[in-house]
């Protein structure tokens, strides 16, 4: 039955793209204009460098792994922050309990994408940082939660070799991919005309886009949905990170509905 549910939304979706071809063209070509002035600048590099920082051994400078990995995700965003715990996993660094827990609070957007649509959005530096702490502070709590449940950190296996070409690769497959999921829920949501708030929900860069010229209630509590959740273009990228490393999304999945909870409670008394 549910193949069969598939099959039929499938078709419908393909005379709808047949059927709204100009829709397509104009999606995917937003789509493209996201990624190359949005995304690709800062996720490329923030990928490549932080390759290269992982087979130098410079995670052995921490004691901490998980310190290590929520502040490279802080930095870099996310699904940058996904081939950090997939790659480290990979190598033997951590264990997959630790990258399975460690998934639970390390996502974040990209801060200058994050302080550039809230200021656009709101027109208020204060309501852009304070929504810009929350997103962060939600994370904070959750690791200060599941902080036990974390193995102490095993030996750091030393990489010997530097290989920027193959850094470089390596962002580049990934941006590629997420160019393609961007384009993918971008065009669904166009073509099926639906509203700010599950246009929100499938793609956060194109609901808070939404929200800059929509006057509608609690714009601040919708914002940090968006941005707390993150949309399922961003839960399709790491998925598909996670499992070139046989790590379980479900755990990004769970830690996503915690911080959405908090950081709408936080939003909601400050």
């Known amino acids: 039955m549910k193949r069969k549910l598939l099959y039929l939304t499938i078709l419908i979706l393909i005379f709808l793209i047949f059927k709204n071809y100009t829709t397509v063209l104009e999606s995917t070509t937003l789509a493209v204009e996201l990624w190359i002035y949005k995304v690709f600048p800062y996720l490329f590099i923030m990928i490549a460098l932080n390759d290269i920082l992982i087979n130098s051994n410079f995670i052995s400078l921490f004691k901490n792994t998980s310190l290590y990995i929520f502040i490279a995700s802080l930095l870099s965003g996310t699904p940058t922050s996904a081939y950090i715990i997939g790659n480290l996993y990979k190598q033997g660094n951590i264990s997959k309990n630790n990258a ?159 911080q959405t909870i908090l950081a709408n409670i936080i939003t909601a008394i400050t």
């Open 100 to 258: 399975h827990i460690t998934l639970l609070f390390t996502y974040f957007s990209n801060p200058l994408f994050l302080y550039s649509m809230l200021n656009t959005i709101f027109q208020s530096t204060y309501i852009t940082i304070k929504l810009m702490l929350i997103h962060y502070l939600s994370n904070a709590i959750i690791w200060i939660i599941y902080n036990k449940k974390l193995e102490k950190n095993s030996k750091i296996i030393s990489q010997s070799t530097i290989n920027i070409a193959n850094s470089i690769k390596k962002a580049m497959n990934t941006t590629i991919m997420v160019l393609g999921t961007i384009t993918f829920y971008l065009v669904i949501s166009n073509i099926l005309n639906l509203n700010i708030y599950l246009r929100g929900i499938l793609e956060l860069t194109q609901g808070l886009n939404l929200l800059i010229n929509n006057n509608i209630p609690f714009k601040e509590i919708i914002a940090i949905i968006f941005i707390s959740f993150g949309g399922l273009s961003i839960h399709t990228q790491v998925k598909c990170i996670l499992d070139e490393y046989n790590l379980e999304y479900k755990y990004f999945l769970k830690g996503r509905i915690y």
